[in-house]
């Protein structure tokens, strides 16, 4: 027996083949107690290895392979100390100390003068010459001549499939696969699962020291990931957490006894956990945001804490929505708290900026989590099918015909196209595999000062520190970290409060809810998706914890164990089964489990287990069978409180099953709070409001839907013009006037001259306008196409012929007949994607059927035809198997569809002609079913 010292896995980029997955089960097949990750020059697997070699039974070990001073070191962590002496060397390229760390050299020629000079390293039990296959003879004369010892360190680069890795080199440093493999694969058997075997028959007796030593090294290692990062400092700010949070309760007005009480109580598990330099630091990026006119939102368990309400970190009042402190921070598990924060899309980087600078320097440090990426189906195909040579138009077309997130391995359930099979074999063996890394969109490490000393760091493609962890990985090392994300949707809500001067919105809007009653929600934040919209036409909500219930009723995990369903019954007064019991327990939501906080609030009520307690109970219930000891318990202490055998065991089994599709109420809570902020400014000031989602680039449709929206609100949509346009979508009077930056093949700089230049005057005519701005031929056409000269000049035709093609004479230029308003309308259309007035239905040619969704209330069971727009269409698995669910429009309204496929559609937004079968739903409304595309009517002119 050995232990494989040196495993490259996925990460090891074009040096390694093995997945950690299957290094554990080798390992554990092998019955070997350990094994150690050692990729070249990172750390990105550990996380991952610790949980795959754990649940296979096998000690996992850390450390790295790595080139410090030109030399080559395997690195093995024995400890907390020794991981922090391997980031030092990895981020210096130094070999700077080795407290902490076995240290093997793998030698060269070139090394002899090193050790002669590193007599503190040689004189270590720590210290080792690697050896394997290539280097044996020479590693163990080197060994002799100045007396240290080997150990077996050749590489395990596959258990299973030999090609993968050297097909993982031909893709990384693009080279040709076939030639590749025939040089290597008869010298693959070396890096292997049987490398043990050839070593003895190889070596002999030397060989089997070599072996034998690696168990030695393997039983100094036992680094267990706990406290790698120090807590922040707890003088980091100079009033410490409980006198800021004192000042606020002192200055408080109308809180009551259990919500000055709760803040108490969470300062006390706070500082206990030493967590009171994180809250500071996350109140004073609010503060600042703040300052900013930055809107922010706290999302996720953080909600669940007054106090941070309380700072202003949150908006929610976790009191009044009986949210649980526990949920967020347990002082029975030792996970750090977790504060995720959306912010502006438009002013994230603001934020982001301020927290690298003033906490990434001076008594703290910062980085960037990393995003660790593998390959999909298409992208194994194209890079498969690259190394293969095949040439990259045919690649990239072969990899767009497989759908967008399937995984490599779906691949071999696929025929492949003729004469592709190759391609498609090897590319399905790239399921799990590593291809790319990139920085993650908003998460920021934060550390004691200096970084360097406590993350392994590189520089990101823009530039910026990043660790070599993952957000899995960051939670697994129980870091301290900040999520600031940007959302185009608060980019909305906030430049509309800018706009009118609004700090605070009133609470309990009726024609906010009834905005939301009749599902008229396009364009607000998280409440207007299809399945959203009907949802809460049928939930009806009052306030603004049905809205909080309807944000987590929306989830997968309701609607298929059919809560969704019996809650919505319940509300529109049918029948539906309720357990007596649990209506007793949880009256908020009729006995239903709808939030993970429900689960500790039963454990409450029931058994009378205190909140933290039920967090734990609430997490082992995730894990199949969940904790014996806590179950016990359960059961014991709710029998004692009065309740029945049958009611406890009954309540047990729901809160199993229930927790495999837990949601979390502080999340829907927070986005709630949003939403509602969302949908009242829509409903009181819509033209600001459209204005300023338009701005923010839409939401969850394409950009067309939300001019259209503006539209079905009797808004009008004024087109670009060269006087009045902005370089944004901009409020004029009742309307919205088009910014210049809509404009289709305008250089940004262009249109950011144009509105410059117009502060020394308005342009009288097209040839001051010309005289005064410089732009290409290209961008000139692009304005005359967009109508922005129109006021100047009303024939479009003249404006073509004098501006663009040079042409003059009176009579030439009177003489020629102006475009038609259609075909006007229709440059317009093709300028900006959109047609600001009237409807783009209008453009597209042949005979149009006379129907419109607004008649269709008045057809049910009827088979009809009408042309309409593909607002949204969406794959779903229903009991019927897989369906296609439906948003169309036109001119008149909305309508939901069903349909068994998708079907052809053209244009942009796409158009297609509908043949469906209308219903009326339980509100009176048509919907379509057996819905049917195609498009039949040409596409529009060009």
């Not at 933290?612 to 904790?627: A, H, I, Q, T, V």
Request: charged share 30%; proline share 5%.
């Amino acid at each position: 027996m050995f232990i494989p010292l040196r495993v490259h896995s996925v990460f090891s980029k074009g040096h390694g083949g093995l997945t950690l997955g299957e290094a554990a089960a080798w390992s554990a097949r092998e019955k070997l107690p350990a094994a150690a990750l050692t990729d070249i020059g990172n750390i990105h697997g550990w996380a991952k290895w610790k949980r795959a070699a754990e649940a296979k039974g096998v000690v996992p070990l850390f450390g790295c392979e790595t080139e410090a001073g030109g030399r080559r070191f395997l690195l093995l962590v024995k400890g907390r100390d020794g991981y922090r002496s391997l980031v030092r060397t990895m981020n210096r390229g130094e070999l700077a100390d080795a407290d902490g760390l076995v240290v093997i050299l793998i030698p060269r020629p070139a090394d002899g003068p090193f050790l002669e000079q590193a007599d503190t390293l040689r004189r270590s039990e720590d210290f080792y010459l690697g050896c394997d296959f290539s280097n044996f003879r020479s590693a163990r004369e080197f060994a002799a001549r100045h007396g240290l010892r080997t150990v077996w360190t050749n590489p395990l680069k596959f258990t299973r499939s030999p090609e993968r890795v050297i097909l993982m080199r031909s893709i990384e440093k693009k080279i040709p696969f076939p030639p590749e493999r025939d040089k290597l694969l008869g010298k693959m058997a070396f890096f292997g699962p049987d490398q043990e075997a050839l070593a003895l028959r190889k070596l002999g007796p030397e060989g089997r020291a070599a072996l034998d030593r690696t168990l030695e090294v393997a039983a100094k290692c036992r680094f267990d990931f706990q406290g790698i990062v120090p807590q922040l400092p707890s003088d980091l700010f100079p009033t410490p957490l409980r006198e800021v949070v004192l000042d606020r309760l002192r200055g408080a007005t109308g809180l009551n006894w259990e919500e000055r009480q709760r803040a108490l109580r969470e300062l006390e598990a706070i500082e206990g956990s030493g967590f009171g330099p994180y809250f500071l630091i996350v109140h004073d990026v609010c503060e600042f945001a703040r300052e900013r006119g930055i809107l922010h939102n706290l999302k996720g368990s953080g909600a669940s804490s007054f106090v941070a309400y309380l700072l202003g970190i949150s908006h929610v009042n976790p009191v009044e929505f009986d949210l649980y402190f526990e949920r967020f921070l347990n002082p029975g598990r030792n996970d750090p708290p977790d504060i995720d924060l959306d912010f502006d899309s438009g002013r994230r980087d603001e934020v982001l900026a301020y927290v690298l600078k003033k906490y990434g320097e001076g008594r703290t440090g910062a980085a960037f989590v990393c995003s660790l990426k593998s390959f999909r189906a298409r992208s194994a195909v194209y890079e498969t099918a690259r190394a293969m040579g095949v040439p990259p138009e045919e690649a990239r077309s072969l990899s767009k015909k497989i759908p967008f997130f399937a995984e490599p391995d779906s691949l071999k359930k696929e025929r492949p196209p003729a004469g592709f099979g190759e391609v498609w074999r090897l590319a399905s063996d790239l399921t799990g595999v590593y291809c790319e890394k990139s920085l993650h969109v908003g998460g920021v490490i934060l550390t004691p000062a200096p970084a360097d000393s406590y993350l392994p760091l590189e520089e990101s493609a823009k530039g910026l520190r990043m660790s070599h962890f993952d957000r899995d990985a960051v939670e697994d090392l129980k870091l301290i970290k900040l999520d600031l994300l940007s959302v185009r949707g608060l980019a909305a809500v906030s430049r509309t409060k800018a706009s009118l001067g609004l700090r605070d919105i009133p609470a309990g809007d009726s024609r906010a809810f009834g905005l939301m009653k009749k599902a008229a929600t396009i364009g607000c934040f998280q409440v207007e998706s299809p399945a959203m919209m009907n949802l809460l036409r049928r939930m009806k909500p009052d306030d603004i914890r049905e809205l909080t219930q309807a944000l987590a009723l929306i989830r997968p995990g309701p609607t298929e164990s059919g809560m969704k369903e019996t809650l919505l019954r319940g509300r529109e007064g049918r029948a539906s089964a309720r357990d007596p019991f649990l209506e007793r327990i949880l009256p908020e939501t009729g006995g239903l489990l709808l939030y993970e906080e429900q689960v500790m609030q039963a454990a409450e009520r029931a058994a009378g287990m205190p909140a933290g307690e039920g967090d734990l109970l609430r997490r082992s219930l995730k894990r199949r069978g969940g904790d014996g000891l806590l179950r016990e318990k359960f059961f014991s202490q709710a029998r004692a409180r009065g309740c029945s055998a049958a009611d406890v065991e009954r309540l047990w089994r729901t809160m199993e099953r229930f927790s495999s599709y837990s949601f979390n109420k502080a999340h829907s809570a927070s986005y709630a709070a949003m939403a509602y902020q969302a949908v009242y400014l829509k409903a009181h000031h819509p033209v600001a409001y459209l204005t300023a989602v338009l701005n923010a680039g839409g939401g969850y449709y394409e950009f067309t839907e939300y001019v259209e929206e503006a539209k079905r609100m009797g808004i009008r949509v004024l087109g670009p013009d060269v006087n009045r346009s902005g370089y944004e979508f901009e409020v004029e009077g009742g309307a919205i006037r088009v910014g210049l930056t809509s404009i289709r093949n305008l250089a940004l700089k262009t249109a950011d001259k144009i509105v410059e230049e117009r502060k020394n005057g308005g342009f009288a005519s097209i040839e001051d306008f010309l005289s005064r701005v410089r732009l290409t031929r290209t961008e000139l056409l692009a304005l005359i196409r967009a109508g922005v000269f129109d006021s100047l000049e009303s024939s479009r035709t003249r404006q073509i012929l004098r501006y663009f093609q040079g042409l003059s004479g009176w009579d030439v230029l009177e003489r020629a007949a102006d475009l038609s308003p259609q075909d006007k309308a229709r440059m317009t259309f093709e300028a900006l994607g959109f047609l600001p007035e009237g409807d783009a239905l209008t453009l597209f040619e042949g005979e149009r059927p006379e129907l419109r969704i607004k008649d269709l209330a008045s057809r049910p069971g009827e088979e009809v035809e009408l042309l309409v727009r593909v607002v949204d269409a969406r794959q779903k698995e229903t009991r019927g198997g897989l369906k296609y669910f439906y948003l169309f429009e036109d001119e008149t309204g909305l309508l939901e569809g069903v349909g068994e496929r998708k079907g052809p559609a053209f244009g942009a937004p796409p158009v297609g002609l509908l043949r469906a079968e209308v219903r009326r739903d339980g509100d009176g409304r048509a919907k379509a079913f057996g819905c049917s595309l195609s498009s039949a009517l040409p596409q529009p002119r060009e």
